[in-house]
């Protein structure tokens, strides 16, 4: 899958990039970073595997992709298929705070 995005990164260290496909294909990095950044979950379509021996992506360059979803699945029908066990625990485990 083609990149969209420039990325700089650490040799020897495994990163990986959220990213929204758009509808030719093409992996576009999301503008926000960070681990406590949920949003960026649920507005991309998955993640950029980056190995330990690259350095650098630039647009044009083929990535693997890991998608969020199995092919066929929309972003609803995801949403749709969260437990209902696992929708009470995340709000009892708001409600704590």
Not at 43 to 58: C, I, M, Q, S, W
Request: proline share 8%; hydrophobic share 35%; aromatic share 6%.
């Amino acid at each position: 899958m083609p990149a969209g995005f420039t990325y700089r990164k650490k040799p020897a260290c495994r990163e990986y990039v959220r990213v929204r496909l758009d509808k030719a294909g093409i992996a576009h990095k999301h503008p926000v970073e960070g681990a406590g950044i949920l949003t960026s979950l649920t507005e991309t379509d998955g993640l950029v595997e980056l190995p330990d021996d690259l350095t650098a992506v630039n647009p044009g360059d083929s990535v693997g992709f890991i998608p969020f979803a199995s092919p066929g699945m929309t972003r609803r029908t995801l949403a749709m298929e969260v437990p209902a066990h696992e929708v009470w625990a995340l709000d009892q485990h708001r409600n704590t705070r």
